[in-house]
């Protein structure tokens, strides 16, 4: 069963210069046990789609849609209900997240905090011991409870924060860059301990990143999203080596296959810059950049259709698939 | 080889740590930047890589060795400092925080000739360098500021900030890691446009083994103040010889992928680097019993600092000889 399910999501900000629409007509879901890896540039909006499942965005915007967590619209509930749901039914580690530690408080303090919220009766031991059991789950020692986060590396922080995350046993984890700005190594230890959570609790995981050979190790299956639209979408290691649209494959491409002369001396780009939120190109917003752009392109909307088995893409050139 | 134009000799840069620990952030490395070559210098945060590269610009003074430029020693007189400066350039990782929000593209890449007192056409120069990085027609950005450029156009305004000075060097720190992957490529291009055109010598210093792979003629991997792998791209990252580089392109995120070798155990601390190899802590073939034979060693001996200028060569007890 799905845990999330976006229904055609919109989101549009209201601004000096009028609205400006950031998300227009998403629709995604995730099961339980699954990853979802949701790649785009800055703009395209996937922060914005993904702040929709627990209501974070400003007062300045406008959500339209239908966005159901384990069947509930998000949209709809009430404050109480609402409150009930993040962190408990939903959580969010963000890019940069660890440095939102309390720099005074010991983080096993800080990794408590939710359970003490969510559940009032918690007693202090099993709170201390829980918090111990969350720490080990994400590969830091128990000990680490006593530490303050200066004395923590970035890597260990953001364990913290997942450890933190997953504190009142969510069904849903969203991860926004979650290792960006760390360390290839690191970068490697944090991402298998999402990906074990993901198999061992039957989590079910939205990852966001602009690195799609990230998203592609770690994700079961990839949404790739374009000036506010999925463009493709299917499971990842297809969408990394044979893209059906011609943007996945330029951010593919971006990162070089290491071993692979072809790449040698030969550092692929995309030229251009994505549109800015609300001045989408009409028909195909990404043919001003592509490669392969046509006349026909300019002129016709897209929108997202199966390319093969499991596979959906919104250019005009990508598979038929009979229906 | 070329001549060099950049060269690390023997440096040592030693800060003074927590509990008054001396802290070896580079300790003994050799490594030399030919006319016209690009150099990826690799390793993880706190390996040492930004400690050597501000070294060999002048902005730390090492303990010990020395840098020479064009083969001579750098001078740490302030008039010899300036002027080196001058010819070695540093690009920093993020663009929105190396540009001034309220100065025009024009006053951020002019502020270096106003520095060095340039004495020549000024716009004419700035307008050269914004064409150079990219930025065409140049006049169309003079007046604009930092928030109404994209992510790739800030980076582009930074290099030719960097080269407005007409630089023998450019040093670049991470510099596509903050960008996104369309622009990265964009800007990589743009590095080996300027070795074509320019004669320029690049240091790229990254974590990342990709942007190597892109774009450097050399690498060198650097673990805990030392070299520990370097030569020719191609061949350290075909057939890394050090464990460490194994376990590093090992993480590499890619799809058809070999087994990752994560590394465990403490994270390297410059106060207290391990006798012998330095890495043996953490190495995995220390641990599965690969390196049985060399074991002692490892553990004891101390390796000799790598030449750091042609061939492919490792400081390793196990692979290296």
């Not at chain 1, 195909?284 to 929108?303: G, I, L, N, S, Y």
């Not at chain 2, 070896?24 to 890589?49: F, T």
């Not at chain 2, 622009?183 to 070795?195: F, M, P, Q």
């Not at chain 2, 892109?214 to 050090?242: C, F, W």
Request: charged content about 20%; proline content about 7%; glycine content about 10%.
């Amino acid at each position: 069963m799905a845990v999330l399910e976006l229904e055609d999501v919109s989101v549009t900000y209201r601004s000096a210069e009028g609205a400006v629409p950031a998300v227009r007509g998403v629709s995604l879901s995730v099961d339980a046990g699954r990853s979802l890896g949701l790649a785009g540039e800055s703009g395209s909006g996937k922060t914005s789609v993904t702040s929709t499942v627990l209501r974070l965005l400003p007062k300045s915007a406008t959500v339209t849609g239908r966005v159901l967590l384990e069947g509930e619209d998000v949209l709809t509930m009430k404050w109480g209900r609402l409150r009930a749901v993040r962190w408990a039914t939903a959580s969010v580690v963000f890019q940069g997240a660890m440095h939102a530690l309390n720099p005074v408080q010991r983080v096993g303090h800080q990794i408590a905090e939710p359970i003490r919220l969510h559940e009032k009766s918690v007693s202090e031991p099993t709170a201390r011991k829980r918090v111990g059991e969350l720490l080990e789950q994400v590969g830091l020692p128990s000990r680490v409870a006593q530490s303050y986060p200066h004395q923590l590396s970035g890597g260990q922080k953001q364990r913290v924060m997942i450890a933190m995350a997953l504190a009142c046993g969510p069904k849903l984890i969203v991860a926004d860059e979650p290792t960006t700005a760390l360390d290839v190594m690191v970068q490697q230890q944090v991402l298998g301990v999402l990906a074990d959570r993901v198999q061992d609790l039957g989590l079910a995981m939205v990852f966001i990143s602009h690195d799609l050979s990230v998203l592609a190790s770690a994700c079961d299956d990839l949404a790739v999203m374009y000036a506010g639209q999925v463009v493709e979408q299917g499971p990842s290691d297809q969408v990394f080596d044979d893209a059906h649209h011609p943007y996945s494959r330029a951010l593919g491409g971006a990162y070089p296959r290491i071993g692979d002369l072809r790449f040698r001396y030969a550092p692929s780009g995309l030229p251009g810059d994505p549109p800015f939120p609300g001045e989408a190109p009409s028909g195909c917003a990404f043919h001003p950049r592509c490669p392969q752009a046509r006349e026909v392109c300019a002129t016709t909307d897209v929108e997202l259709r199966p390319s093969g088995e499991r596979r959906w893409s919104s250019c005009l050139f990508a598979p038929e698939v009979g229906t | 080889m070329t001549e060099s134009v950049l060269e690390a000799r023997g440096i040592e840069v030693t800060f003074r740590g927590r509990g008054g620990r001396p802290a070896r952030a580079v300790d003994g490395v050799d490594l030399s930047l030919g006319r016209g070559e690009i150099v990826a210098l690799v390793g993880e945060s706190g390996c040492g890589k930004t400690t050597l590269s501000r070294t060999l610009l002048g902005l730390e003074r090492p303990s010990g060795g020395e840098v020479l430029v064009s083969g001579r020693p750098l001078e740490y007189s302030a008039a010899a400092l300036k002027k080196h400066r001058r010819s070695a350039q540093l690009v920093l990782q993020d663009p929105t925080g190396a540009l001034n929000p309220r100065r025009s593209v024009y006053e951020a890449v002019a502020e270096g000739l106003r520095v060095h007192r340039f004495d020549g056409d000024e716009r004419a120069a700035v307008a050269d360098a914004l064409a150079r990085a990219g930025l065409r027609p140049p006049e169309r950005f003079f007046l604009r500021y930092p928030h109404e450029l994209s992510g790739g156009q800030r980076q582009r305004v930074v290099i030719a900030g960097a080269l407005v000075l007409q630089p023998q060097v450019i040093i670049a720190d991470e510099p596509v890691s903050s960008l996104d992957a369309s622009v990265r490529g964009e800007i990589l291009a743009l590095l080996l446009s300027l070795r074509e055109s320019l004669g320029l010598s690049l240091l790229v210093v990254t974590h990342d083994l990709g942007v190597a792979w892109n774009i450097a003629d050399r690498i060198a991997v650097m673990y805990l103040g030392r070299i520990v792998e370097q030569g020719p791209t191609e061949e350290v990252l075909s057939a890394p010889k050090h464990p460490y580089t194994r376990a590093l392109l090992s993480v590499v995120p890619e799809i058809d992928h070999v087994e990752p070798i994560v590394l465990t155990g403490e994270p390297p601390d410059p106060t207290a680097i391990p006798t012998g190899c330095r890495f043996h802590p953490r190495c995995p073939a220390l641990r599965d019993g690969a390196a049985d034979a060399v074991a002692t060693d490892c553990r004891g001996k101390e390796l000799p600092v790598l030449s750091g200028t042609g061939g492919h060569e490792a400081a390793c007890w196990l692979t290296g000889a």
